[in-house]
């Protein structure tokens, strides 16, 4: 079974710098992408961005393009978000979950703890 642990968050100031990592262990050879979310306190999970595994293709989305970036260790089975330049409206929970071929969320609903990131003025 597929299993996704996120890490890397903490307290940060405007400006600063914080790298994400997302493990995978379990069933990796059905990840065809992984996706990043994260969700900002009373809003909704949104999609912030994704690392295609056969091609390394990377899309972001929002207000992160150009301070984000996505980069992945196959050999540790984990996907690196760097985040720059971050912003207050950057503060939210981060997660990460797999897409397999079919396009759909390999975890579903089944969201781990994911990390926080809190960004201060």
């Known amino acids: 079974q597929l299993q996704l642990v996120e890490s890397g968050g903490g307290f940060v100031q405007a400006g600063g710098s914080l790298r994400l990592s997302c493990a995978a262990s379990?069933?990796?050879?059905?990840?065809?992408?992984i996706a990043w979310y994260r969700q900002a306190p009373g809003k909704n999970r949104v999609l912030v961005a994704t690392?295609?595994?056969?091609?390394?293709?990377?899309n972001y989305y929002g207000s992160v393009k150009g301070r984000f970036a996505l980069s992945r260790d196959s050999a540790k089975n984990t996907v690196y978000l760097q985040m720059s330049s971050l912003e207050p409206e950057d503060t939210a929970v981060y997660y990460c979950?797999?897409?397999?071929?079919?396009?759909?969320?390999?975890?579903?609903?089944?969201w781990g703890r994911g990390t926080q990131v809190t960004v201060s003025s």
């Open positions: 979950n797999a897409v397999g071929a079919d396009g759909r969320l390999l975890l579903g609903d089944r």
């Open positions: 379990g069933s990796t050879d059905s990840i065809v992408a």
């Open positions: 690392i295609n595994f056969s091609n390394d293709r990377t």
